[in-house]
């Protein structure tokens, strides 16, 4: 009447919000579930070990940028934050580049088989974990190899590489079998966390959302010296080419193998079971 145009209904201020920049928690591990379904079905061996040996060698970069950054460094709150800053590159470029690293394949294959026939899936599964654990330490032990070969390192970066390595084979100083144990609770810890970085990675929807909880998660791994058999396999494979590194036999009895346990356990029990229980229950009680 007045030549006013009434709006059918008012705008709302949450019209005006951007789109979410995160999964939300419950659909996370159904993702996770789905891309390793795809693994395990549809990658063959060959491209597995490719895709597994980039990642070792992703990572074996990352313990090199941690020794670079932190070498020289006197202060240990600092010293540890660079160690962090510098170990997190290796795992952001494993996951932008969609390359299997073992314990990330640890979350991402319970939750496949939870989410999936355990028995139409198990034998592909198993396949694609051992295949992953192989490539990883092929690729650390030739890029650590490669990186020793062509680098001229400071004093300053092997006394820090030194170090590094000692804290990785700490337990072997304890001995028997309680001190394999610690080993192996150590490796549930690194993975509970590592595994979180997994999860978080995947929720994020953006560059930037997916490196600010990987690099608080893993620098948080690193700053408490928890054992993740990849990443130990780097600073290894550094330190043995190197020439000062405490022999494979002892790497792999004290370091590498009751890390892998603990990695499997942690990220079994402390992220893929708790997390598709809650996310389970959440979902049969929203129907």
């Known amino acids: 009447m007045f030549g006013v145009t009434i709006n059918d209904a008012p705008s709302s201020p949450l019209d005006d919000l951007p789109p979410s920049q995160h999964l939300p928690p419950e659909k996370v591990l159904l993702e996770m579930a789905e891309v390793g379904s795809r693994r395990a079905s549809n990658m063959s061996t060959t491209q597995v070990l490719v895709l597994s040996i980039l990642a070792g060698a992703f990572i074996t970069a990352g313990a090199l940028f941690s020794v670079l950054l932190a070498e020289g460094t006197t202060n240990a709150g600092a010293k540890k934050l660079l160690e962090g800053f510098g170990f997190s590159t290796g795992f952001?470029?494993?996951?932008?580049?969609?390359?299997?690293?073992?314990?990330?394949?640890?979350?991402?294959?319970?939750?496949?088989?939870?989410?999936?026939?355990?028995?139409?899936?198990?034998?592909?599964?198993?396949?694609?974990?051992?295949?992953?654990?192989?490539?990883?330490?092929?690729?650390?032990?030739?890029?650590?190899?490669?990186?020793?070969?062509?680098?001229?390192?400071?004093?300053?970066?092997?006394?820090?590489?030194?170090?590094?390595?000692?804290?990785?084979?700490?337990?072997?100083?304890?001995?028997?079998?309680?001190?394999?144990?610690?080993?192996?609770?150590?490796?549930?810890?690194?993975?509970?966390?590592?595994?979180?970085?997994?999860?978080?990675?995947?929720?994020?929807?953006?560059?930037?959302?997916?490196?600010?909880?990987?690099?608080?998660?893993?620098?948080?791994?690193?700053?408490?010296?928890?054992?993740?058999?990849?990443?130990?396999?780097?600073?290894?494979?550094?330190?043995?080419?190197?020439?000062?590194?405490?022999?494979?036999?002892?790497?792999?009895g004290w370091s590498l193998v009751p890390a892998a346990l603990g990695n499997i356990l942690g990220a079994l029990f402390l992220v893929a079971l708790p997390l598709w229980y809650a996310i389970t229950r959440t979902s049969t009680a929203s129907d």
């Not at 028995?119 to 990186?147: S, T």
């Not at 080993?183 to 997994?198: Q, T």
């Not at 990987?214 to 408490?224: C, E, K, P, Q």
């Open 92 to 252: 952001f470029l494993v996951v932008l580049t969609g390359s299997l690293l073992f314990t990330e394949i640890n979350v991402e294959m319970p939750a496949t088989l939870l989410g999936g026939d355990p028995r139409a899936l198990g034998r592909q599964v198993a396949k694609l974990w051992g295949l992953a654990a192989l490539g990883n330490m092929i690729g650390a032990f030739v890029m650590g190899w490669a990186m020793v070969e062509v680098s001229s390192f400071s004093p300053e970066f092997h006394q820090q590489l030194k170090e590094i390595v000692a804290v990785k084979m700490r337990f072997r100083d304890v001995g028997g079998p309680g001190g394999w144990s610690k080993a192996v609770l150590s490796g549930v810890i690194a993975n509970w966390l590592v595994g979180i970085a997994a999860f978080l990675s995947v929720m994020g929807r953006s560059i930037i959302g997916k490196y600010i909880p990987i690099f608080l998660t893993v620098s948080l791994f690193v700053a408490g010296g928890f054992l993740h058999s990849p990443a130990n396999m780097g600073y290894f494979s550094l330190a043995e080419h190197g020439g000062y590194g405490p022999g494979w036999g002892p790497a792999f």
